[in-house]
């Protein structure tokens, strides 16, 4: 039955998501970490999560890496450390019950978790973020993603 609808709140999805992203880049071996992360930065869309419903299906994340506005040169140290910053921030907000700051496209139904891992090397500060889009019945990708600096400075 895996072309029924399945409702899974977007907190929910975002807590099974970072509990895996947890394992596979923080609890695993660094080689199958690196990895994974290479394979992310190829292009690659690797398994993340499924979410399985007796009666209706299961839902299977895949996870995606967008590093186009990440100013300077991303290797699996950095995109790490700022990993960890933003897994940190979303789980003091998951834990506390606070908002997760969820814009919504209002077009695509994907969803971004303005939840940001921070990572400075040198003067040079990227950002780090979670989205959400359906690919296709029962898929979704979980997308992690830089956003580029300069939408962040004040004048």
Known sequence: MPNKEINVSPEKVLEV???QLRACFFESTKV???????????????PLI???????GEVTGLLALDCSDFVGKLNYSIFRD?????????????????????FTNK????????????????EQVNILVTG???????????????????NFKTN
């Open 17 to 19: 998501a970072h509990q």
């Open 32 to 46: 199958f970490a690196k990895q994974t992360f290479n394979d992310l930065q190829d292009g690659k869309k690797v």
């Open 50 to 56: 499924e979410i399985a419903s007796p009666d209706m």
């Open 82 to 102: 700022a990993l960890a910053s933003h897994l940190r921030r979303t789980a003091e907000k998951l834990q506390a019950g606070e908002s997760l700051n969820i």
């Open 107 to 122: 077009d695509s139904g994907a969803l971004l978790f303005h939840i940001p891992g921070l990572v400075q090397v040198d």
């Open 132 to 150: 959400i889009e359906q690919s296709r019945p029962g898929e979704i990708i979980i997308k992690l993603m830089f956003l580029h600096p300069d």
